[in-house]
């Protein structure tokens, strides 16, 4: 029971100390579960988050049951679920029931305006240590300039419109681009003789 109580605390402390969505809590989960914890290594939580980039649901919630689940089984998933979003739940509902009154006052404004920079700031900093911990070799290399750039494309570029357009639309979708990436790992690391076991 204490790796429960554990587990639900830890990521109760991790949505109460997070502002800006899934990517943003990637700083705070990679010190309180890499560093601090030691219940996953940077290279799993980054495939945590790339499953959990192609799965439904919020990549912090499903980073959370997948890391919940390692440790202590489905008690272990369900745990660290419902104690990521227990905090934001809470929080919400208090902030739903006064924020309509304040959101035009100029300070809060500005507050939310630097809690945004500042959300960027973590996420490049999050961003830069995955790419050191798994851009390692010149495939994985090739292969993330690749996604960047069909990233880009899907996010900037204007979608023609027919039958194009929606392929260009599930061909640049992030659920393809994690799942053509790990197929073209897969193909590399075959290739090299790497799939024996």
């Keep these: 029971m204490p790796i429960l109580i554990d ?3 830890t990521f109760a402390r991790i949505g109460v100390c997070t ?3 899934g990517y943003a809590m990637l700083p705070i989960l990679q010190r309180e579960l890499v560093e601090n914890k ?3 290594t940077e290279g799993e939580l980054a495939d945590y988050y790339a499953v959990g980039q192609c799965t439904p649901g919020i990549i912090a919630v499903n980073t959370a049951t997948f890391v919940g689940r ?3 089984g489905i008690a272990g998933g369900i745990f660290a679920t419902v104690g990521i979003v227990f905090p934001s739940v809470v929080i919400i509902m ?3 029931a006064f924020l309509q009154n304040f959101m035009h006052i100029s300070w809060v404004i500005h507050a939310f305006n630097g809690v945004r920079a500042g959300v960027v700031a973590l996420i490049a900093s999050s961003v830069i240590k995955l790419f050191k911990n798994s851009v390692i070799d010149w495939p994985t290399r090739i292969i993330y300039a690749v996604v960047l750039v069909m990233a880009a494309c ?7 419109e027919g039958a194009l357009g929606t392929v260009l639309g599930v061909v640049l979708s992030p659920v393809f681009l994690v799942i053509a990436a790990g197929v073209v790992g897969l193909c590399v690391r075959a290739a090299k003789g790497g799939l024996k076991k």
């Design 7 to 9: 587990l639900f605390l």
């Design 19 to 21: 502002f800006g969505g």
């Design 38 to 40: 030691k219940w996953s």
């Design 70 to 72: 390692s440790q202590a």
């Design 94 to 96: 208090v902030i739903a």
């Design 154 to 160: 899907g996010t900037f570029c204007t979608m023609p």
